[in-house]
C-alpha cells in the first residue's frame, strides 16, 4: 500500500514543528535537515550532508511502511531547507497532498517565534561552544540572517529592524534579558513573513485546487 502524504502548515510562529512532534505517524523534515526551515533556522550544528539526509529520510520512510502506515504528516516545506534540498518525489508529493492551515494570533506567534530562535537557539550555540563564544557566534548568526534578506525587506526597514536587534542583543549580553528581541520578532513577522506568506499559500490552493483547511490554535492549547 502507498502511503499517503497530509502536509501541516501555517504563518511563522504557530507551532507547527511542536504539533507534528506528537503525532507518531510523521517524518521532520526541519529535524533531519538540521534546518529550521528560515532565513533565521541556521543551528548550532551543521547541516548533514545531502546523501546523509536522503539515507535517513529514506529510513524513515520505510520504517513507516514497515509499520504499514497509511497517512504520513509532514510539514509544509520549499523546495530547499537550508542549503540542501527536498527529493523531488518528496517535493511533489507534498505539493499534491492535502494542507491543512494551523492558525493563531500574534502574541502567540510572537512568544513561540521568541523561545525557538532566541532562548532554545542560543542554548544551543553555548552548549556547543561555551557561555561567552557562543552567544557571541549565535549573535553574529542572527545579525547575518538579517542581512542576508536585506534586499527583499528593503533599505530602510532592514536599517530600521537592524538597530532594533542590535539594540535587543546588547541588552541581553549587559542585562541577561532577551525580551527586547520580541518587538523586532513582531515586525518582522506582520512585516516580512506574512506577506510572502500570504503570496505563497495563494499559489499553494491554486495547486491544490483549494485542498485545505484551517485549525485555530489558541494560546491555551499550544
Known amino acids: 500500500d502507498v502511503m499517503q502524504p497530509l502536509v501541516i502548515g501555517g504563518r511563522t510562529g504557530v507551532g507547527t514543528t511542536l504539533l507534528l512532534q506528537q503525532l507518531e505517524q510523521h517524518i521532520d523534515l526541519e529535524g533531519l535537515y538540521r534546518h529550521r526551515g528560515s532565513s533565521f533556522g541556521y543551528r548550532a550544528h551543521p547541516q548533514p550532508s545531502q546523501i546523509d539526509i536522503e539515507n535517513s529520510l529514506a529510513i524513515a520512510l520505510l520504517k513507516h511502511r514497515h509499520n504499514q502506515v497509511s497517512k504520513l504528516v509532514l510539514e509544509d516545506e520549499a523546495p530547499n531547507i537550508g542549503s540542501r534540498s527536498v527529493p523531488r518525489g518528496i517535493m511533489q508529493a507534498m505539493q499534491q497532498a492535502p494542507l491543512i492551515l494551523i492558525e493563531a494570533d500574534i502574541d502567540t506567534r510572537v512568544?513561540?517565534?521568541?523561545?525557538?530562535?532566541?532562548?532554545?537557539?542560543?542554548?544551543?550555540?553555548?552548549?556547543?561552544?561555551?557561555?561567552?563564544?557562543?552567544?557571541?557566534?549565535?549573535?553574529?548568526?542572527?545579525?547575518?540572517?538579517?542581512?542576508?534578506?536585506?534586499?527583499?525587506?528593503?533599505?530602510?526597514?532592514?536599517?530600521?529592524?537592524?538597530?532594533?536587534?542590535?539594540?535587543?542583543?546588547?541588552?541581553?549580553?549587559?542585562?541577561?534579558?532577551?525580551?527586547?528581541?520580541?518587538?523586532?520578532?513582531?515586525?518582522?513577522?506582520?512585516?516580512?513573513?506574512?506577506?510572502?506568506?500570504?503570496?505563497?499559500?495563494?499559489?499553494?490552493?491554486?495547486?491544490?485546487?483549494?485542498?485545505f483547511s484551517r485549525w485555530p490554535v489558541s494560546q491555551e492549547t499550544g
Not at 544551543?124 to 561567552?132: I, K, P, R, S, V
Not at 532592514?158 to 515586525?187: F, P, S, T, V, Y
Not at 512585516?191 to 500570504?198: E, G, I, K, S, V
Open 111 to 211: 512568544e513561540a517565534v521568541f523561545e525557538e530562535y532566541i532562548h532554545v537557539a542560543l542554548a544551543e550555540f553555548q552548549q556547543l561552544h561555551g557561555d561567552a563564544l557562543g552567544f557571541e557566534i549565535w549573535a553574529t548568526n542572527l545579525t547575518e540572517a538579517m542581512d542576508r534578506i536585506r534586499r527583499r525587506l528593503g533599505d530602510q526597514r532592514h536599517h530600521q529592524l537592524r538597530d532594533i536587534m542590535n539594540d535587543a542583543i546588547e541588552q541581553q549580553r549587559q542585562h541577561a534579558n532577551g525580551d527586547h528581541h520580541k518587538d523586532w520578532i513582531r515586525c518582522f513577522l506582520l512585516d516580512y513573513y506574512d506577506p510572502m506568506y500570504d503570496y505563497q499559500i495563494g499559489k499553494k490552493s491554486g495547486m491544490r485546487g483549494l485542498n
